[in-house]
């Protein structure tokens, strides 16, 4: 394939791709420039949407818009373009996180293109999932995705996973008196309408069941607990937690963090997974850091998902393309 230069309504096209990306809360922190001389998208980051409590370093902004890079590369793949991508090309503007050019037809990024039907077929699941073990087979190949943008993923097990379980407990009952948590979440959730109608936030009917039972750390998004017509479910008793870590802990590894978990969860939409984010523990500091690899005792923990075999989750909202996205010459 030999791609012409994108019309304004493929360059469009390509953005939707790109934030169909998750975000913390679905803030959706990001916005796009695309410049037509240049064949490049700069992907830049909109801390009006930070949430200055539960990420006040801006970490989890930064993995949203990670993911939002891997998208769109995946997209420009997929249309038969080379994605050149640059990470923090601009240390003065340190709203502008990325740029993505489209070098020419596809060549060395070409095994993304087939992530693409699993992008808009993605979305986090808060129901149970199956007791059923994933294999080591998939296990390695997700792990895999995750080496390709220089990240690692690890899943937990025995001692080490019921040490992260407990500090998911330590971390909820925190949230539950804290008031800045509060804040932020009530921020981004509201009734069905509200958030369909501002295409931004978690609605309710992606809330899933509350917890009943079981082990799988699961955020409860209903105020405090009550939403009309909620059920209540077991969820699983031997969750599997996978964790994306990388070496270092500064902004470019939270990008690459971003593109390594997306990458993780395209695939594992094609091999059937499902999952859902846990990131409770990771909004304290002092309990982010036991989540590390405990064989070497380094690396830092940048995203924990839940992953198995459960229904596919209900597609939030998205802001239209004509709010995040500017077409300069």
């Given at each position: ?9 493929e ?24 410049l ?9 980051a ?41 990470l ?5 503007d ?6 993505v ?8 990024e ?73 804040q ?30 079981g ?22 008793r031997?969750p ?60 830092f ?21 004509s ?7």
């Amino acid at each position: 394939m030999n791609p012409t230069a994108p019309s304004d309504e493929e360059t469009a096209a390509l953005v939707r791709d790109a934030v169909a990306a998750p975000s913390m809360h679905n803030a959706q922190p990001w916005r796009f420039r695309y410049l037509r001389r240049a064949r490049t998208f700069d992907v830049l980051a909109d801390f009006e949407r930070a949430m200055p409590h539960s990420d006040p370093h801006a970490r989890a902004l930064h993995l949203g818009c990670g993911a939002a890079v891997l998208n769109l590369r995946v997209a420009t793949a997929h249309e038969g373009w080379s994605p050149e991508t640059t990470l923090l090309p601009d240390l003065a503007d340190r709203t502008h996180v990325a740029s993505v050019r489209l070098a020419g037809p596809a060549s060395g990024e070409h095994e993304l293109a087939p992530l693409y039907p699993a992008i808009h077929q993605r979305h986090s699941s808060r129901d149970p999932f199956e007791e059923r073990q994933i294999s080591e087979p998939l296990r390695e190949e997700l792990a895999a995705a995750a080496h390709a943008e220089g990240a690692t993923l690890t899943f937990p097990t025995a001692w080490h996973l019921q040490e992260i379980l407990e500090l998911f407990q330590e971390a909820e009952a925190r949230n539950l008196t804290d008031p800045g948590s509060g804040q932020d979440l009530a921020r981004w959730t509201g009734d069905s309408a509200s958030v369909e109608a501002t295409g931004e936030g978690v609605p309710a009917y992606a809330y899933g069941p509350r917890k009943r039972g079981g082990k799988a750390p699961m955020r409860d998004f209903g105020p405090g607990g009550r939403v009309a017509e909620r059920d209540a479910a077991e969820f699983e008793r031997n969750p599997q937690l996978a964790l994306v870590g990388t070496v270092h802990d500064r902004p470019e590894d939270w990008l690459r963090a971003g593109q390594a978990m997306e990458r993780v969860l395209l695939l594992a939409t094609l091999l059937g997974l499902s999952a859902s984010f846990a990131t409770q523990p990771l909004e304290w500091t002092d309990l982010r850091w036991p989540l590390r690899d405990p064989s070497t005792g380094t690396g830092f923990t940048q995203v924990v998902l839940r992953v198995g075999y459960g229904p596919a989750g209900p597609g939030a909202p998205r802001r239209p393309v004509s709010q995040v996205l500017d077409i300069e010459p």
